[in-house]
């Protein structure tokens, strides 16, 4: 029925019922749409927490051996992968790995490592825990502080939007810490009691 059909047919107080059965096949179509957006909204908004507890970090620059160490085996990493919470990365001799975190914030990682992309649960505030060899750090801070930390067999190293160098030297877990850009907060974790250090730009501390 055309629009002015139906104004005449309403102002003469009658629909035919082919009209009144398009309005109602009309509604309930439009009905079901909207639960189904609903239920999407609703679903989105419940795997959110869930996005939030599974942090990634992408592989954006490889050289050499990078592999991901799982039961004892290495499967190989390429770039666009992603390594997720828990899951320990290892490089060989002459290798080298970048990985960028959701946040923005990028870790390298250079020869002979080993690290554990956040060992603690995964929780983004517990970055890396490097075991042996040599990593950067570059935290990214356009928003605020984020606050950041990474361990080591000796240490724990916490930051606040900067840029620093973490070298485990040997099995011991001697620990470098050095400092490019902002400051840091060092604690030794072999040695109860001992005060936390701080280190700032262009320096360096080892545990």
Not at 109 to 116: A, G, I, L, R
Not at 174 to 187: A, K, N, W, Y
């Amino acid at each position: 029925m055309l629009d002015f059909e139906r104004v005449i047919a309403s102002d003469a107080g009658v629909l035919s019922p082919a009209f009144e059965k398009g309005e109602m096949f009309r509604r309930f179509t439009l009905s079901r749409i909207m639960r189904a957006l609903l239920t999407a909204v609703t679903a989105l908004v419940c795997l959110a927490p869930l996005w939030a507890q599974q942090p990634a970090a992408t592989l954006l620059v490889q050289a050499g051996q990078v592999s991901l160490l799982k039961d004892g085996n290495a499967f190989a990493l390429s770039i666009g992968q992603s390594i997720k919470a828990n899951q320990i990365v290892v490089t060989g001799d002459n290798s080298y790995a970048k990985f960028q975190v959701a946040d923005g914030s990028i870790f390298e990682v250079f020869e002979k490592s080993q690290v554990t992309f956040h060992d603690r649960g995964g929780s983004w505030k517990d970055l890396l825990n490097v075991w042996i060899g040599h990593v950067k750090v570059y935290v990214q801070h356009l928003y605020g502080p984020n606050p950041t930390s990474v361990t080591s067999p000796t240490a724990v190293i916490s930051v606040r939007g900067t840029v620093f160098d973490v070298v485990v030297e040997d099995d011991d877990g001697t620990t470098l810490v050095s400092v490019d850009e902002g400051l840091v907060q060092v604690r030794n974790t072999t040695v109860p009691g001992r005060s936390e250090e701080h280190t700032s730009e262009l320096q360096s501390l080892r545990h």
